[in-house]
């Protein structure tokens, strides 16, 4: 069965960054939409940026755009997310996903992946 686990959360003071990592198993990257998401207490979840696995087409929500990039590294099986210049707003339970369909498709209806980690935490610190 497909699993997905995050490692990398921590806490990191305003300015600094982290790197997210998902490793995967259970069946092959290559053709599906993976991405990172996170919800901060009293929030909905947000998407936060997705790749296409083949073909490696990305996407960011403003909000992060210039500070985080996604990548993937098909054989390892991991899913990255390189957080930089880290803001307090940034403070939340990141997870990461993964879903056969297209990415655009995903996030049309609302980011509804097919499978999920568990999340790890991420604090940015005064």
């Known amino acids: 069965q497909v699993q997905l686990v995050e490692s990398g959360g921590g806490s990191v003071q305003v300015g600094g960054s982290l790197r997210l990592s998902c490793a995967v198993s259970?069946?092959?990257?290559?053709?599906?939409?993976m991405g990172w998401f996170r919800q901060a207490p009293g929030k909905e979840r947000e998407g936060v940026a997705t790749?296409?696995?083949?073909?490696?087409?990305?996407y960011y929500a403003d909000s992060v755009k210039g500070r985080f990039t996604i990548s993937q590294d098909n054989a390892k099986n991991t899913l990255y997310l390189q957080m930089n210049s880290l803001k307090p707003e940034d403070t939340a339970m990141y997870y990461c996903?993964?879903?056969?369909?297209?990415?655009?498709?995903?996030?049309?209806?609302?980011?509804?992946?097919?499978?999920w980690g568990k999340g790890t935490l991420v604090t940015i610190s005064s």
């Open positions: 259970g069946y092959t990257y290559r053709g599906y939409c």
């Open positions: 996903a993964a879903d056969p369909r297209p990415c655009g498709v995903v996030r049309g209806t609302g980011y509804g992946m097919a499978y």
């Open positions: 790749i296409f696995t083949r073909g490696g087409s990305t």
